[in-house]
């Protein structure tokens, strides 16, 4: 068959590669595509999602002997409720961030030290928070 395929002009090859990682590159961008779409898709449900533990929210259940629907009107979700929603939360956030890494991630390092530096400064007593301290008659540190 080869010998065959060789006669042509320009002969026949079964070489496919070139085609087979041109087609590979391809694919691996649609799905870099699809995958930033998603994320920004879960980024937009997480906003969404982050209102819901404070907004007004009518809670209903099915109760009674006759099984029949009650609902109440509440100033925002109960408890179990709004954990549950942050849950949600995060959970979007996480597999956003999973799908397209926060950018300035090369820098973990940098901002390491940028944010312990920061933590430092807000521990330590300032000559604001000493006469704070004394004017309301409080031991001077």
Do not use: C, Y
């Not at 109960?78 to 820098?107: C, H, K, Y």
């Amino acid at each position: 068959m080869s010998k065959i395929a060789g006669a042509f002009e320009p002969p026949l090859t079964f070489d496919r590669a070139p085609k087979v990682a041109a087609a590979t590159e391809v694919r691996r961008a649609d799905l870099a595509a699809r995958r930033t779409a998603l994320a920004l898709a879960l980024q937009g449900d997480a906003e969404q999602l982050r209102i819901q533990p404070w907004a007004p929210t009518t809670h209903g259940e099915f109760a009674g002997r006759e099984g029949e629907w009650h609902e109440t009107h509440l100033a925002q979700p109960r408890f179990t409720d709004q954990r549950q929603i942050v849950a949600s939360v995060q959970t979007a956030i996480g597999t956003s961030l999973r799908l397209t890494p926060a950018e300035g991630g090369e820098n973990a390092e940098e901002v390491r030290s940028m944010l312990g530096a920061l933590g430092e400064a807000l521990t330590q007593p300032t000559a604001h928070d000493d006469q704070a301290h004394d004017a309301r008659g409080d031991a001077g540190g």
